[in-house]
T-cell receptor, first 110, second 112 residues
Framework: EDQVTQSPEALRLQEGESSSLNCSYT??????LFWYRQDPGKGPEFLFT???AGEEKEKERLKATLTKKESFLHITAPKPEDSATYLC???????????FGPGTRLSVLP | KAGVTQTPRYLIKTRGQQVTLSCSPI?????VSWYQQTPGQGLQFLFE???????NKGNFPGRFSGRQFSNSRSEMNVSTLELGDSALYLC???????????FGPGTRLLVL
């Protein structure tokens, strides 16, 4: 059974204080790993898709990396507007469905 | 390009009633998936429709059903509502050949 865990559950950072969020997964053949950002009361907003170990993708202050067992979302010099819940999801090679992790709730204080 | 739209945005029902939620995918997207999100369980997959056929189904009771129309719009129905069905119901669409799903704003259902 595909499983996704995320750590930490919650993270408080000062503005400008860089950090990383972790997504660990167990899947029978990874088809894709996805990062989303979700603001309260809204639907998840797509950030990145990673397909193979060693792959990296960047967007503004965010950088996602992938290994065979986990993915990291690095946040460089975060701003208060980066405060949100960050969700990780995997899809296996059978394409059955997405399995989401519980998310990391990030708060960036000014 | 317009994003995924969901109607209604908010809904209040009582136990035992039924409800129908609607989702319009991004133009050109033929796959529509539905998710239930609650504080305790997180995002859980309900089902996926592609070209009017249910392609995958999550582990939810038969009270949860859906369908997709020829224009790719999808509806989700929950019958005999229970208090535990209170949640944010999210719809996501994707295009053929890509796994990336784009989510709508959700429908917040409250069952009293």
């Amino acid at each position: 059974e595909d499983q996704v865990t995320q750590s930490p559950e919650a993270l408080r950072l000062q503005e400008g204080e860089s950090s990383s969020l972790n997504c660990s997964y167990t899947v029978s053949g990874l088809r894709g790993l996805f990062w989303y950002r979700q603001d309260p009361g809204k639907g998840p907003e797509f950030l990145f898709t990673l397909y193979s170990a060693g792959e990296e993708k960047e967007k503004e202050r965010l950088k996602a990396t992938l290994t065979k067992k986990e993915s990291f979302l690095h946040i460089t010099a975060p701003k208060p507007e980066d405060s949100a819940t960050y969700l990780c999801a995997v899809e296996d090679n059978y394409g059955q469905n997405f399995v989401f992790g519980p998310g990391t709730r990030l708060s960036v204080l000014p | 390009k317009a994003g995924v739209t969901q109607t209604p945005r908010y809904l209040i029902k009582t136990r035992g009633q039924q409800v129908t939620l609607s989702c319009s995918p991004i133009s050109g997207h033929r796959s529509v998936s539905w998710y239930q999100q609650t504080p305790g369980q997180g995002l859980q997959f309900l089902f996926e429709y592609f070209s009017e056929t249910q392609r995958n189904k999550g582990n939810f009771p038969g009270r949860f059903s859906g369908r997709q129309f020829s224009n790719s719009r999808s509806e989700m129905n929950v019958s005999t509502l229970e208090l535990g069905d209170s949640a944010l119901y999210l719809c996501a669409s994707s295009s053929l050949g890509t796994e990336t799903q784009y989510f709508g704003p959700g429908t917040r259902l409250l069952v009293l």
